[in-house]
């Protein structure tokens, strides 16, 4: 193990401390491995996928260190099944080299200790079990902050996302929805940007429901800094959660890998705002990709804060979503009972309601007149509405009656 | 044709008045029975449909006023694959008989004259094509006033209809569609109600368009009242359309069943506004029925006069439109060509720009190891962004050019 070992001991202590349990020496080496892992591959890079899978972290980061050729990795890889040839593992390997750094993994399990982070990997019983439907593409481990048990209510949960321009409108909805939603006893999973993301947090918490973020960057430092505040009060109550280690700037790119997460760990996704080319619907295309509902709230067709949404629903099959009850169920609530509707008419009380008059009674034959209706059925139907108090039999004939 | 020769002189003239052309006897005793029919049977009584079918209109008239007992009527009847037994006829002739008078069909032609009125029968010119589509619930002929060439643009037709309760943010939107399918062409009808409708006509005669309003009640009096200037207009540049006699007050049932009419003559439907129980959501089901194109336009969860557009759309699979060039795809128009996307850049493109920096130069190995791509890889997409204008080699390094 020569990576583990250039610093054993201390690596060993680092890695106890964001495990939060004792470990034996081969799970030590495989969390530090993992760790490792997530500082060298970009999030969502299905060769690190694939190779971790077939060897193992731990093997398949001293194969790296120790330059193994890729055409033997390869045979080995092409074991599992996986989409990988040699010409992929070589440049897999040319783009892993720059950051094969011991001194790397050292500082981010360092810096996660200074933060009270914990490592979760595959395997954990807290692991959410979404992620395996990524494949290759999923996380090699998970940075964690706050409660971890906030990650057992994903069976029960839903994602809220959307515009950081989000209208006052779409704050309101995403507002409703989140709160609506936490009273149905689901957890809400967001992205932790301005707009709507924010909005769905924070009502979360203000209904003490569990909610959980998932950030592109490092958790050493939150992003946007304009929402610390918000992201240390859910590390209180609820959980942060990045696949990079700290020290890991978001990028544009890790915020569209970010949003396969989102879509992946949660039971359903609902975009409540977006602009035409908003990234919303990048995390909208994950959750379809990947299987899982998708849902879209209207807005006015005059706002361009919305006009994504629409494009969801009309191109992207997402089902239009207008409130939590609905939203409970795109995720697999079982829909409400149908309410009871207002004793509706027959076409023929429809008609002759319509030849009474509520001042002027009338006889029935001119009322079958009005009505086009038979003599023998205005009776019966006259005689029908009055039961129900709606026609009443006057001196000079039939009236309306409201 | 004892119902035709009670006045027979009278009649041949008011009936040549209404048809606008010279007919021979055989053709002004149809369009006399059908004038006469209308005024029978209520709009969509299918059993009136079959038994016209069946004899023609004017046989049928004269079998019902010579009261033929129905088992022999229902003999014919039969022939026509019209699902109709004698029971149905005989309950059906129970409903015609009280309004079996000559005295009524002359007075709906003499007003008919007086208001400048024509009689459309099927198999006349401008007959519309879609109402074949409703079988014997069909009309039995079409009073109308205005330009019956309006009726030809039918075949690029789009219905608009809604709440009468219409927001501003409804009305702004029908006048924008309404306007947006005239510019593209298209003939615009609707129901001549307060609010959606109301709007979408006058749009439409404000960008001088054609637009043809369907009324549930008789032409001599147009309803409602406080649309009597509109309407008027609409006689003057468009047309407007009832199945009933002149004399006939417009009822609910003869609202529900104008509905058909408006789903049934047009290329496709959009409710613009409705509530959760509009009665554009009866059109709306109309026009699912026939099979014609539906489509809503979505609103502000918040706003009661949006829900029933969005029902429309989660339970009877409704199109979302936004738009005029949305709702004309609906009605048939081809889609307009995708819009060129601007560039949209790779996945290692995004990760290198992600990489760079505007102000900070980095050098190669710098930039692969915060994109975690390979030298190989970093090299050649910098070359890409350099011609693009995107990256530019300082003395220290790369960075990104704005």
């Known amino acids: 193990m020569t990576f583990f070992g250039v610093q054993e001991a201390i690596a060993a202590q680092l890695v106890r401390t964001v495990a939060g349990a004792e470990l034996d020496r081969a799970a030590l080496e495989e969390r530090f491995a993992r760790a490792a892992w997530t500082g060298i591959a970009e999030p969502g890079d299905g060769a690190a996928g694939v190779l971790v899978g077939a060897l193992g972290p731990s093997r398949a980061l001293t194969a790296l260190i ?151 960057g490092g958790l050493d430092r939150f992003y946007p ?34 949003n396969r997460l989102i879509a992946a760990v949660s039971c359903a996704t609902v975009v409540l705002e977006a602009g035409w080319r908003s990234g919303s619907l990048n995390t909208a295309g994950h959750a379809a990709a990947l299987g899982r509902p998708l849902g879209a709230v209207p807005g006015p067709v005059t706002s361009a804060a919305s006009a994504g949404c629409h494009r969801l629903i009309r191109e992207y099959d997402a089902v239009l979503v207008t409130n939590a009850a609905e939203m409970a169920e795109l995720a697999g609530e079982p829909a409400p009972e149908p309410g009871g509707d207002p004793a509706s008419r027959s076409a023929e009380d429809t008609r002759v309601l319509d030849a009474l008059s509520e001042r002027t009674p009338r006889a029935v034959d001119d009322i079958a007149q009005r009505s086009g209706l038979s003599l023998a059925t205005v009776q019966s139907v006259l005689g029908a509405l009055e039961l129900d108090g709606a026609a009443s039999l006057r001196e000079r004939g039939w009236v309306r009656t409201t």
């Open 225 to 258: 800094s304009g929402h610390e505040a918000l992201l240390t009060r859910i590390v209180a109550s609820g959980l942060v959660v990045s696949e990079v280690p700290p020290g890991t700037p978001p990028t544009k790119w890790r915020f569209l890998q970010r």
């Open 66 to 216: 120790d330059r193994v050729p890729p055409e033997q990795l390869g045979v080995e890889v092409s074991d599992t099944g996986g989409q990988l040839d040699t010409a992929d593992l070589t440049e897999a390997v040319a783009r892993w080299q720059p950051r094969l750094k011991s001194a790397l993994a050292l500082l981010a399990l360092r810096q996660a200790g200074r933060y009270g982070m914990r490592l979760l990997i595959p395997g954990d019983p807290a692991w959410p079990d979404g992620l395996a439907d990524l494949g290759p593409h999923g996380p090699l481990a998970l940075w964690v902050r706050g409660d971890v048990s906030a990650l057992d209510r994903l069976a029960r949960s839903i994602s809220l996302v959307g515009a950081r321009a989000a209208t006052g409108y779409g704050e309101h909805v995403a507002m409703e929805a989140s709160a609506g939603l936490v009273d149905r006893g689901f957890a809400i999973v967001s992205g932790a940007a301005y707009g709507i993301d924010g909005m769905a947090h924070r009502a979360a918490l203000a209904s003490a429901g569990t909610t959980i973020a998932v950030l592109a």
